[in-house]
């Protein structure tokens, strides 16, 4: 990246925190950019974590432990109301031993990669993926960045072989852990392309991870935000690590949260793991010191999801969320320009655009936030190869309906008017 492209995109990024809900003009704006629920889909948090939180604080018994320190692995009574509540949304049988309590799937990614990995370990990325995954891992751990390539079905299996040969170790010696890398993936709805891993994809990956003795990495963070009728999630990546098979060892973990299924300012969340891999993180001696993390919460959404609120509050989700991808994608649908590729996504929050080469979404976004008021993720900054130029993650989570098919339409005009100027240059 040049200087000028490097100032920019630093600008382009200040544009991305435009929609300020304070100012004046923020009725009038829609914020694609935006991968968190917006005010519709908070609606009821109060009232659901109000009635938890008298069940919970009417016990007098419980309140000298949900006062103090939890157990480094989380309160017993979530990792069971968890299991309970998982197994039931993935069709699957999950373990409550197997859970522990996590502040939200950004501080699970910090406890694996502090607790099981030393700094420059080798970690293989999508291509686009999470970018702020890909800034925590690079600036904060000094971590090895790998970015492999992706297609519709999720990480090109083949290219992450070649990579994994080539970086692998000759010793293993200083590791922390039986791994000596880790696949960071979003296989499922995911951030930013929207697809599912095919099957034969996660069984590749499953095959590669035991073979080369890395860590599947997975978020799976928007699951349960599945938009068919099926009552239960697609399967996840863990469900294709087979306990039954001769050669399983565990090379899968789940790395969840309530932000999009609830509300991310509760900072709670919680990873699903093996025994070979729970005991690397139930041992972290943050945990040791600080005890649970996040246990009060954890222990007010027990009590939720006991009750049944927290399911309920899911199929409102599901539903609301459904109807604006539909209204989304028939608006794109009926709107967009010929030449643009898209594959719907059937859960999850984002549509992935892959625009003719000509566009660059940095520009794109300048026009599309100066003129017509909306902004978007553009592809480049999704990259850590700083590629996907021609490319833009729109964001359903946060806008009510009309919003949506007003920001879309806005959207189209925009991309019309880039297409149609970039021809005349
Ligand atoms: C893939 C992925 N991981 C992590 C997060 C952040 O999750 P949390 O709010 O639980 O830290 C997000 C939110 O956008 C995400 O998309």
Sequence with gaps: MTANAKADSKDLFQYLALYDENSEDHENFVPFSMGAPGAESLAGCNQLLDKATRILLSDDGEER???????????????????????SEYGQTVSR???????????GLHLVATVMFNKDTPVFMEDPTYFIAVKILREDFGMNIIPVPTDSEGINAEKLESMLVQHKPTSIAGQKTPFWGMVYTIPTF??????????ERCRTLIRLARKHDVLLFTEDIYNMLHYDDSPVCPPRLMSYDNHMDEDFQGHVLSNCTF?????????????????????????SATAWSGGAFN???SKVIASALKEGLIAKHLNKLRKEYRER????????????????????PKGGFFIWLELPPSVDTMLLLKLAVEKYKINFIFGASTSPTGGCRNCARLSISFCDKKKIEKGIVAFCEALQEMMETSKGQ
């Design 295 to 297: 246990h009060y919460t």
């Design 65 to 87: 432990f949900t006062f103090q320190y939890g157990p480094c692995k989380g309160y017993p009574g979530f990792c069971r109301e968890m299991a309970k509540f998982l197994s």
């Design 259 to 283: 932000s999009k299924i609830l509300a991310p300012g509760l900072r709670l969340g919680w990873i699903e793991a093996p025994p070979r891999i729970m005991k690397y993180l139930e041992k």
């Design 97 to 107: 031993e197997d859970i522990m309590v996590t502040a939200g799937a950004t501080q």
């Design 325 to 344: 991808m539909d209204i989304a994608c028939s608006s794109l649908r009926k709107h967009l320009p010929q030449d643009v590729k898209v594959d719907y």
């Design 190 to 199: 995911n951030n930013p392309k929207g697809y599912c891993m095919s099957p």
